[in-house]
């Protein structure tokens, strides 16, 4: 009976909807997998997946996956499970469309020169005398290298090094390749373990594009029995070469579906393994599969090395996005400040780390308060910069400037500057102890009022968003409100959240959660809302920011009493 495996030998490949990779290893049991970090091992970032999902547990010597309460259920191979063993390469999926996709690795089998044989198949008597099992040694050499700890630049020296000897090559180099379909020189070096430059290293670049268009190692022992094109090619007539070889290196196919699978014949391009010589060389069967069997194991090499690049780049980006994410969430109010005559609470929350929507509440006199809500065109990082420049902008009117003014001036500038691509719409209101409302409406969605339990939109004046149309006017308008009255100031993303069928919540349903909610704190009513439009959506996943922001205006008379 073969030992149970141990925790962190099985992996899990998590497969984003873009098609970017990054593995961790089953380090637990249970193996916890949902939406959000809190208590899970794997958090999947898809507000459509439950935050209690699923979870791999190690039971004896196998792993096996249950479903914790996916509301759309768990699925392997496209086959909903309650719980199922899994075996390697099962693809875990949860029920909705274009999101990630988890597949399991089992620890892979040791490599053996036994295993290495049955992958080349059987070899003859000849070919297993003293020098051919010296190669096959050599092979084992590199591929247990290949899969060691050593720094990545030791291991692939060390592989051209073996390469060199089992083909009795004078010099090799290793190609890589590069976005634009060119190779860039990655080593190169001499018989004897001895290191060369690559700038004095010329692969005749015949045997390369032969070997890119065949899509199949070109092995050549003796140029003068070659290929017409390989014979007259001048790199080759210059360099006085008689034997080549080029094999192409691509990485194992990765398929995101079973139907894809049958169309993919091999994984991404990586480089080319060149060797040759001035002598002739004679090449067995045994060598061309010890070559083969190499230049797997170094294209495996290769990419592991560009995966884990691309996951330090991925979570170099993570960082920094945490850390405006971070900036971005300082500059919102915090424990809003002590108003007199109002109570406020407001929340914002971007689809993607940062996001294009802000609000903000300050003092412009003793006896007036400024607040306002902005929604910027698009979402993500180039958004949240112009978040951030128009809330530098609006706070200076605390210096006295006239908003109308100011909100020209933003125009002015943006539009200018059309090459930002980026337009916003705001509401900007400025409320007095006496209940006296100046607001400058710049496209943005009309903020609700809820007046004795009655909600209804009354600041519908307004103009263009700032930074969309040159020369367009702004100017306040005053309402007066009443003591009790709540203004409900939203984003889109309120309005415009979808459920599965890609319908809206929309403002009836807004104005229905706020109904007859007057007397209620004002944290408990950005609660309630907050649930109601969850609860609309159903596990769809966030497309737009939400931002809301509760005014609720209390008569002067009435500053000594606790805020709603």
Not at 61 to 88: M, P, T
Not at 295 to 301: C, D, L, N, Q, Y
Not at 464 to 490: H, M, N, Q, S
């Amino acid at each position: 009976m073969p030992d149970a495996p141990a925790l962190g030998e099985a992996n899990l490949e998590l497969i984003s909807p873009e098609n970017t990779r990054r593995s961790l290893p089953i380090a637990e049991s249970p193996f916890a997998i949902g939406r959000g970090e809190v208590g899970n091992q794997l958090a999947i970032p898809d507000r459509r997946i439950s935050r209690n999902c699923a979870a791999i547990l190690l039971e004896g010597d196998q792993y096996a996956l249950e479903d914790r309460g996916n509301q759309l259920g768990v699925f392997v191979n496209g086959e909903r499970i309650s719980k199922r063993v899994l075996r390697e390469g099962d693809s875990v999926t949860f029920g909705v469309e274009n999101s990630y996709q988890v597949v399991f690795h089992a620890t892979a089998p040791e490599t053996s020169i036994e295993n290495l044989l049955t992958r080349m198949g059987r070899i003859s008597a000849v070919e297993s005398s003293p020098v051919g099992l010296g190669k096959l040694n050599l092979l084992l050499e590199a591929t247990m290298l290949l899969h060691s700890q050593l720094p990545l630049e030791a291991v692939l020296e060390a592989m051209l090094d073996r390469a060199i000897t089992i083909t009795s090559a004078e010099r090799g180099l290793l190609l890589e390749a590069t976005a634009s379909e060119s190779f860039v020189p990655r080593f190169a070096r001499r018989a004897g373990g001895v290191a060369m430059p690559t700038a004095g290293f010329s692969p005749t670049q015949t045997a390369l594009r032969m070997a890119m268009e065949s899509q199949t190692g070109i092995i050549t022992g003796d140029l003068q029995q070659a290929d017409v094109a390989l014979q007259g090619a001048q790199s080759i007539i210059a360099q006085r070469l008689r034997s080549v070889v080029a094999i192409p290196l691509y990485a194992m196919p990765r398929a995101s579906t079973a139907e894809s699978i049958a169309d993919i014949r091999r994984g991404q391009f990586l480089g080319i393994l060149y060797l040759d010589s001035r002598r002739p060389a004679a090449f067995s069967k045994l060598d061309r599969q010890i070559l083969d069997a190499l230049a797997v194991e170094a294209a495996s090499i290769l990419d592991n090395a560009r995966l884990v690049e691309r996951e330090r780049q991925r979570q170099r980006l993570e960082q920094e996005l945490s850390i405006a994410r971070e900036i971005q969430q300082a500059l919102l109010p915090q424990g809003f400040g002590d108003f007199p005559h109002l109570a406020i609470s407001g929340v914002n929350t971007p689809c993607h780390a940062v996001g294009g929507d802000y609000f903000d509440v300050f003092p412009m006199s003793d006896d007036r308060t400024a607040f306002v809500i902005a929604d910027v065109a698009g979402k993500g990082i180039g958004a949240a910069l112009l978040t951030t420049m128009l809330q530098g902008a609006l706070t200076g009117m605390t210096l006295g400037a006239d908003p109308a003014r100011v909100f020209h001036h933003i125009n002015d500038f943006l539009c200018k500057h059309a090459e930002v691509g980026k337009y916003a719409t705001m509401f900007f209101g400025m409320l007095d102890r006496e209940g006296n409302l100046d607001y400058l409406n710049a496209g943005h969605p009309s903020p609700l009022l809820l007046r004795r339990g009655v909600v209804s939109e009354i600041f519908t004046e307004g103009s263009y968003p700032v930074g969309l149309i040159p020369d367009a006017k702004y100017a306040a308008v005053r309402e007066t409100l009443e003591p009790g009255d709540t203004l409900v100031l939203f984003s889109d993303g309120v309005t415009e959240a979808a459920d599965l069928e890609e319908r809206m919540f929309g403002v009836p349903r807004l104005c229905e959660a706020l109904a007859g909610q007057h007397e209620v704190p004002l944290d408990q009513l950005q609660k309630k809302v907050i649930d109601c439009v969850e609860n609309f959506a159903r596990g769809a996943s966030q497309a737009d920011d939400i931002t809301l922001l509760f005014i609720r205006y209390r008569a002067a008379s009435k500053t000594a009493e606790t805020a709603a």
